[in-house]
């Protein structure tokens, strides 16, 4: 943008710090929705992007759920695709090499049991490009009768506890919608050492073809991801933001740079683009784009101003 | 994974009725430089109105490349489609000039059969669309027999450009309006029985019809070769929606893994 006297305004500040992970910008791709990363070589040059979360590793790799395993839905999908993955190993050997260098990664980690978490993240622990880990605590805890880890705030609290104590990495804690109260629960994280909230997750969902009477995903239930769940995302990160100190990373239904502000707006450090990589495999560098232009057109330094900055008045 | 597809706006060159039956015929105008598609390969088509932006349907839609035509300035792109929903009912209104977001090429295309081999390709619905690329580079080697069924004569589509290709064309209609009366399988039954020398099956189309292909082609001792039509998210492999069983645990990504796939490479009796 050309300032009166002909001279060039500096162009936006768009680095952000995220649960003391240092991002060139707070556009990061959500974990589930951009492979390893490397799938979206052909369309996306990586080092633009803030960072990205890879699919959430186990420690043994997984096959996941027997198809029909997606159904679209009004502006959403739901999946129900559960823990397929290469395994811990396989990542660290295999697909890690091929990210290009200055690409923060923050590897997903998840788990059936406490125990299988802590490991996952012993061993991403010290890996060079392992930016940070993002805990999932939305699978079922077998052993609590499959209720989910985030659902639980006892289950959730052992659950950081044991994660903490595993690594000294950046910690993040990917929290469940499916709650009464997203905002306890991440006090519990924050109580618990947890460095970032990563908010949301799927929002439980079902869907029925009338023809055949039966549930469109072999699964019966699925997660809602997409447009759909954008407002209630929003408000999610909003109530997160306003209850913990540690910063927010909001995501759900993100398509546009201006979705990126609505977040950001609500309380979110940085921003998680999922369902949309599907859509555009190049829109997380549009949104990057579009955030700078965004920032000039509003005469924004930083684009770390515009975080919590709600205006309610 | 094909690592040459790319995202690119496509301008809508035609968009035509083709025939009565609800099938129509898109041509995109695609950059010169558009990568060479292997015959299968298809493409994700995103069909929500482009401007302003709207997310119904969310999705884009997976298609065959049909035919392609160089040209020093742009690459024409065919694509087939049969009308049965949300995305392709919005794509049969747009006219010529809308642009639209595509990618591709993507996906495992067709091995060519080999020179001397009989190919026997079975279409039926829009799965014919997907065979056409295979007939037209297997007729210079193979001698290529083409099968294809539908309910009603109006609903074969691209009829004309298979019979400018030369190969042997056999049809089957359920309402005898074309061709043999019934399904396309009790032409197959008859080819297979009448074909000596190498043989391989092609089969696009109905899951049924798919599965009473693989089984016939087992029982002649025939490899089979199946693209399947999967609901599918991304098109790439990110998404893992578009899972297909194989023998015991294995899954496979159809967009990635496939659409093309040996009937050894899949449980036949499981596809969606
Ligand atoms: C690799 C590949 C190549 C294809 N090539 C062609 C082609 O060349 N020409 C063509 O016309 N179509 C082709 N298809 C099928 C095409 O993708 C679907 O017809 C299209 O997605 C329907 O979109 P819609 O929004 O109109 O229908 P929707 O509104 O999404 O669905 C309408 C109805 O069709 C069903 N349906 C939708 N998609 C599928 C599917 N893939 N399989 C079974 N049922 C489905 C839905 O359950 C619903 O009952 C191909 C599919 C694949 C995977
Ligand atoms: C197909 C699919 C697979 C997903 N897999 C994971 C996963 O492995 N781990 C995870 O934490 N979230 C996963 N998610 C959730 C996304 O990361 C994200 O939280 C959610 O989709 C909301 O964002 P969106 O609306 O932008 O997609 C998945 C989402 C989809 C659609
Ligand atoms: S459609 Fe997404 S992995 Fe195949």
Known sequence: MSAQD???????????????????????????????????????????????VAKSLTVDPRHGNPPPRIVETPAGMLNAISLENVGVDDFVATKLPAIPDGVPVIASVFGTEIDRYAEVCKRLT????????????????????????????????????????????????????????PAEMARVCEGEGADGIAAINTLQALEVDPETRRPALANVLGGLSGPAIRPVAQRIVFQIAQAVSIPVCGMGGITCAADAVRFLLCGA?????????????????????????????HGVARVADLVGALDRS | MNVNAVRSLMAIERNEAEGRGGNRRLVLR??????????????????????????????PRPMAVYRTERRPDATLLEVLYKVVGRGTSLLAGY?????????????????????????????????????????????????????????HADDLMGLADFEALGVRLSLATEDGSAGHRGLVTALLERALAEADGPTRVYACGPTPMMQAVAGLAEGAGVPCTLSLENRMACGFGVCLGCAVHGPGEKLHLVCRDGPVFDTTELRVDALP
């Open chain 1, 269 to 297: 450090t940085a921003i998680q683009v999922g369902t949309a990589n599907y859509l555009n495999p190049e829109v997380a560098g549009e949104i990057v784009e579009g955030l700078a232009a965004y920032c000039e057109r």
């Open chain 2, 30 to 59: 695609a950059p010169a430089d558009w990568p060479e598609p292997a015959p299968g390969q298809f493409l994700m088509l995103h069909l929500a109105p482009p401007e302003p932006p709207r997310h119904d349907p969310l999705l």
């Open chain 2, 95 to 151: 006219d010529p000039g809308v642009a639209l977001p595509v990618v591709g090429p993507l996906g495992r295309g067709f091995e060519t059969p080999g020179a001397g081999e009989t190919a026997l390709l079975v279409g039926g619905g829009t799965g014919i669309a997907s065979l056409y690329g295979l007939a037209a580079a297997a007729r210079a080697q193979a001698d290529v027999h083409v099968l294809l069924g539908a309910r």
């Open chain 1, 126 to 181: 010290g890996v060079p490009k392992v930016a940070g880990l993002e805990v999932n605590a939305s699978c079922p805890h077998v052993k609590a009768g499959g209720i989910e880890f985030g659902q639980d705030p006892q289950a959730l609290a052992t659950l950081v506890a044991a994660c903490r104590s595993a690594t000294d990495l950046p910690l993040v804690i990917k929290l469940s919608p499916n709650v009464t109260s």
């Open chain 1, 6 to 52: 002909g001279t060039t305004a500096p162009a936006p500040d768009l680095s952000v710090d995220f649960a003391g992970i240092a991002l060139r910008n707070p556009v990061l791709t959500a974990s589930g929705t951009f492979g390893y990363g490397v799938e979206f070589g052909p369309f996306l040059d990586l080092t633009r992007l803030g960072g990205f």
